[in-house]
């Protein structure tokens, strides 16, 4: 299957780090904040609004190519609603789950609105899938093959 290549001209970072800090933030949920930390640990000084840059014009468009490859999802799906509490106000969290245990979409917001819900799609969940290999069912040397092969695809998607 042949991808067209992001277009990663006029940055000053290779690829290779652009695609990593995209990694990063979406396979671990983590902060800006802590992507930046991670990548200065290897020497890589790059501030937190860049990666949130790279976040919002890269992770889009992995997602959307990860979503092609992907193929279709279950026939059936749920949603499930939870409340938190962010920054001290009431927030809706919702999560989209098809059969198979897949997250689809995952949605936060401050009033709750069930169709506005359903109709969402993210950029977390289509990641994460791709690396939620199930470590528990298989034998190490299974899991690690599968593994590989999620980091290859990876590969392929941000041509890095």
Known sequence: MKINAPNYRGYQ??????SHAVWLYYRFCLSFRDVEDLLAEHGIT???ETIRQWCRKFGIEYARKLRRRQG????????DELFVIIQGQRRYLWRAVDQDGQVIDILVQPRRDQRAAQRFWSVHGVIQNLFRIGRHLLRSVNHRLLRSRSFLVWQEVTCA
């Open 13 to 18: 970072f290779p690829l290779d780090f652009i």
């Open 46 to 48: 790059v501030s937190y």
């Open 72 to 79: 279709r999802l279950g026939d059936t799906w749920h949603l």
